[in-house]
């Protein structure tokens, strides 16, 4: 099976208070066939995104700029 159908159409969300690994995760995801909807670094931008586009899945980091993510693991 090739890794570009894994998660074709998907779109994901990327939450990640470190840039380079936000960038890791997207190149990944993307390999895989994911649609990244958005990078984000802090909470209240991962609840903005959320709020404005759709998305299936999200990959968040525990620690992110403004704080831990726990607002948005529920």
């Known amino acids: 099976m090739q890794s ?5 159409g998907k779109r994901v969300l990327i939450a ?3 840039p380079m690994i936000a960038l890791d995760h997207a190149a990944l995801l993307s390999q ?7 990078t984000c670094a802090t909470v209240q931008g991962a609840v903005d995104c ?3 586009r759709p998305i ?4 968040v980091d525990y620690v ?3 704080g831990n993510s726990e ?3 529920t």
């Open 4 to 8: 570009s159908a894994l998660l074709p």
């Open 71 to 73: 607002r948005l693991q």
């Open 32 to 38: 895989a066939g994911a649609e990244i909807v958005a």
């Open 50 to 52: 959320i709020h404005e």
């Open 16 to 18: 990640a208070g470190e």
């Open 64 to 66: 992110l700029a403004d």
């Open 56 to 59: 299936d899945v999200a990959v």
